[in-house]
């Protein structure tokens, strides 16, 4: 089964101008999370889809949004971006059946994204 | 590959030897706590779990201790090798209707020497 992909892997960009990201969860998973991985703040969250729905969200300003598809694939779009956006942004995608048990997240391999 | 962290702590540990990696976490209401490995270029992978009800949970080669009195959670590796090396970092999950939410730490890197 294929793992959780995400592209583009790499991306520069400057200040002002936005970004798209796109995630493709492993086949058969409805959840797909986002968190953001900078070396002194570690993985933040971003926010949570499930089934089109966001679910959760995290504690970041509203440039930072997100969608999910019908085929549960996730895009986060990130607007007028600033120099502080520069991180690894990881996707994470799970079964999420609910219940008192938690459902495995699986990672991407995250996309590096440089603002100039 | 990019790196995860440049600034993290750095735990160095002679090959074959014993590793111990440290967690401390916040929310004493968390349900489940969680050992990710990251290596250099790639996306966070599960190791080991706990529930919070447990103290000790063994895997192979790895070891995951809980101390719930003093909110502190360990990774034991045994027999430390070269492909250990990588950033591990704790993860706390907390149960809430309808979703889970994670909050990870800031991680230790684990260099092993030849």
């Known amino acids: 089964k294929a793992g959780v ?6 991306l520069i960009k400057t200040r002002g101008q936005q970004v798209t990201l796109s995630c493709s969860p492993i086949s058969g998973h409805r959840s797909v999370s986002w968190y953001q991985q900078t070396p002194g703040q570690g993985l933040q ?27 549960s694939r996730s895009e986060m779009n990130v607007s007028t971006l600033e120099l502080g956006d520069s991180a690894l942004y990881l996707c994470a995608s ?23 | 590959g990019e790196s995860v ?25 968390s349900d489940y706590f969680i050992w990710y490995k990251q290596e250099s270029g ?19 080669r790895v070891t ?10 360990s990774l034991q590796i045994a027999a430390t090798q ?24 800031t991680g230790t890197r684990l260099k092993v020497l030849a």
Not at chain 1, 94 to 116: A, D, I, K, M, W
Not at chain 2, 6 to 18: A, C, I, K
Not at chain 2, 44 to 56: H, L, T
Not at chain 2, 87 to 98: K, M, N, S
């Open chain 2, 82 to 105: 070269p492909g250990d090396s990588a950033v591990y970092f704790c993860a706390e999950i907390g149960l809430h209707p309808g979703t889970y939410k994670y909050i990870f730490g």
């Open chain 2, 5 to 29: 962290g440049l600034h993290l702590p750095t735990l160095s540990v002679q090959e074959g030897d014993n590793s111990i990696i440290n967690c401390a976490y916040s929310n004493s209401a």
């Open chain 1, 45 to 71: 969250f971003l926010f949570e889809y499930f089934s089109e729905t966001q679910r959760n969200k995290g504690n970041f300003p509203g440039r930072f949004s997100g969608r999910q598809f019908s085929n």
């Open chain 1, 94 to 116: 799970s079964l999420s059946r609910g219940g008192r048990q938690y459902n495995e997240q699986f990672f991407g391999p995250g996309t590096r994204l440089t603002v100039l």
């Open chain 1, 5 to 10: 992909t995400q592209t583009p892997r790499y």
């Open chain 2, 42 to 60: 790639k996306g966070p992978q599960f190791i080991i779990d706990i529930r919070s009800n447990m103290d000790k949970r063994q895997g192979q």
């Open chain 2, 64 to 73: 995951v201790l809980l101390n719930k009195t003093v909110k502190h959670l």
